[in-house]
């Protein structure tokens, strides 16, 4: 089975920009997550998507949102950038109804100058 | 709020010997999983273990194995005969047993390095 896949790998943005990322699951999976890593921050639960349905959500502004296909692929868009938001942004598949472990993508390494 | 400490920033240990190390976390729930994950260079996340907040029995996978204690809300992962490549990032998670609540907490990680 092919792992979860997360594009673009790199992205450079400029400030009050905006950018949308994307990630397929592992074929079968319904629920995506998203995550957050940055250095002072640590890992930082974005939010989750299943069957198409926003099922959980971290504390985060407006500016970042999601939505997810009937196929389950998941796109992550941040509006307005501020260099706060570089980091590098993880996605992570499960079945979602059944088993609890998350499968993560290789991420996405955005940086806003 | 659930959170998950891992008070060791930085660990090294020699080649083919054993290392701990540590995890402690903070929930009023009874139900749960654990996790230990590996972030090698890469940047890819692995699972390395997990552990059932309901089995008393501890985890095991290869040279990896936990040592939970529950009631301490201690989840410390040992590495034995350590190897070049298991140097990483070392995060250790929480994940309540909920189904429908898929939010993992993770730890601030604990940086691996592994001296041939």
């Known amino acids: 089975k092919a792992g979860v896949t997360q594009t673009p790998r790199y992205l450079i943005k400029t400030r009050g920009q905006q950018v949308t990322l994307s990630c397929s699951p592992i074929?079968?999976?319904?629920?995506v997550s998203w995550y957050q890593q940055t250095p002072g921050q640590g890992l930082q639960f974005l939010f989750e998507?299943?069957?198409?349905?926003?099922?959980n959500k971290g504390n985060f502004p407006g500016r970042f949102s999601g939505r997810q296909f009937s196929n389950s692929r998941s796109e992550m868009n941040v509006s307005t950038l501020e260099l706060g938001d570089s980091a590098l942004y993880l996605c992570?598949?499960?079945?979602?109804?059944?088993?609890?472990?998350?499968?993560f993508g290789p991420g996405t390494r955005l940086t806003v100058t | 709020a659930q959170t998950v400490t891992q008070s060791q920033p930085e660990m090294s240990v020699q080649e083919a010997e054993t290392v701990t190390l540590s995890c402690t976390y903070d929930?009023?729930?009874?139900?749960?999983?654990l996790f230990w994950y590996k972030q090698p260079p890469s940047r890819q996340m692995i699972l390395v273990i997990r552990?059932?907040?309901?089995?008393?029995q501890n985890a095991t996978e290869n040279r990896f194995s936990v040592n939970f204690q529950k009631a301490a809300k201690s989840f410390s992962l040992k590495i034995s005969d350590s190897q070049l490549g298991d140097a990483a990032m070392y995060f250790c998670?929480?994940?309540?047993?909920?189904?429908?609540?898929?939010?993992?907490?993770f730890g601030p990680g604990t940086s691996l390095s592994v001296i041939p």
């Open positions: 552990q059932e907040a309901y089995k008393q």
């Open positions: 998507y299943f069957s198409e349905t926003q099922r």
């Open positions: 992570a598949s499960r079945t979602g109804t059944s088993g609890y472990e998350q499968y």
């Open positions: 929930t009023s729930e009874s139900d749960y999983y």
């Open positions: 074929s079968g999976h319904r629920s």
């Open positions: 998670a929480y994940r309540s047993a909920r189904t429908s609540y898929d939010k993992v907490i």
